[in-house]
């Protein structure tokens, strides 16, 4: 006999079948239940069966399901203040929740609404976890799943993941293509006059074109527009191309990383087109003479200097 549940007609048919005398025996085979069930079913209505008591009683233990929430008011409302001081869930369960919580239940209270909080509170202001791929495509070359894992390792000097830092909507369309080492964390910025392929084409033979082509193995970028290229980068520089999944950010940390650094001098509204040359190079030559932990506080600088002398 097949599981099925009781419905509520079920359950009026048991309350006049019982009430006529039928044995639970004889109600089961009527309605096509094992007898047991309708055992249990009568038992739980001690003597007097009634079918809208018997429904509220299967109704409220229906709610009850599921483990009890972590969620106390006070919980609650230390988790909101330090949203609302610009604290990450992960900061949040790292400095004062850790082994009561995981910074994925929050994010998971945050978008099922039981914080009662803006997401914009949150620091990517609270996009979707899962959102649709909204620009211009092209038939993308080589997956990241399929890049050679020692890239990943950052062990091997000359793979570079690549970017494109925009102006402000409606300013201009001036831009720079960006270019990170990952094992020696190494960040450049060149300037473009737009997002084509064509410029990045360019910036990208600018790039390859002044260092030896030892110091390229790699590239790994986003499914921007600008990197339709790749075709051309692979045949002509006879460089490896690979693609990060869509919205997969942290498929280009070192990139994105880098981007975040060279934000806090040109932020968003700034027009790229006006930065001079001069004042993009002092830039670039800021972000990379800072000592790093990663490098156990060596510069990027200075790790890519010694790679170039090792080829």
């Known amino acids: 006999m097949s599981h099925k ?37 009568i038992s739980r209505c001690e003597g007097v069966y009634e079918s809208v008591s018997a429904q509220r009683h299967r109704d409220i233990k229906s709610n ?18 330090k949203l609302n001081s610009t604290w990450s869930p992960e900061q949040i369960v790292g400095r004062d929740l850790e082994n009561i919580i995981s ?27 899962k959102p649709q791929e909204k620009r211009g495509k092209f038939n993308i070359g080589t997956s990241i799943s399929k890049r050679p894992k020692v890239v990943k390792k950052r062990t091997e000097f000359g793979h570079w993941e690549l970017d494109t830092v925009v102006s402000s909507r409606g300013k201009s369309k ?16 060149i300037k473009m006059p737009d997002r084509s392929k064509e410029s990045m084409y360019n910036a990208i033979s600018r790039l390859t074109s002044s260092l030896p082509k030892k110091a390229f193995k790699s590239f ?6 600008e990197f339709a290229c790749y075709k051309d980068i692979e045949g002509n520089l006879n460089i490896d191309f690979y693609f990060a999944d869509a ?4 498929q280009r940390g070192t990139n994105e990383n880098s981007n975040g650094l060279l934000r806090e001098f040109y932020p968003k509204k700034t027009d790229l087109s006006l930065i001079s040359d001069d004042d993009l190079l002092a830039t670039i030559t800021t972000i990379n003479s800072r000592p790093r932990k990663c490098l156990e506080f060596d510069t990027p600088f200075e790790r890519f200097l010694y790679e170039l002398e090792s080829l």
């Open 247 to 250: 919205y997969s950010a942290w």
């Open 64 to 81: 009850n399901k599921g483990r009890k929430s972590k969620l106390t008011e006070e919980l609650k409302e230390h988790i909101i203040s």
């Open 174 to 189: 001036g831009c720079l293509a960006t270019f990170a080492e990952m094992k020696t964390r190494t960040y450049i910025a």
């Open 220 to 225: 790994t970028s986003d499914r921007g527009k």
């Open 103 to 129: 910074f994925k239940t929050i994010y998971n209270w945050l978008y099922k609404g039981v914080l009662s909080i803006d997401l914009k509170v949150l620091r990517r202001k609270g996009k979707s976890r």
């Open 5 to 41: 549940h009781i419905t509520m007609d079920c359950r009026n048919k048991i309350e006049v079948l019982f009430q006529e005398g039928y044995s639970a025996r004889k109600i089961s085979k009527i309605l096509g239940f094992h007898h047991s069930t309708i055992s249990r079913e």
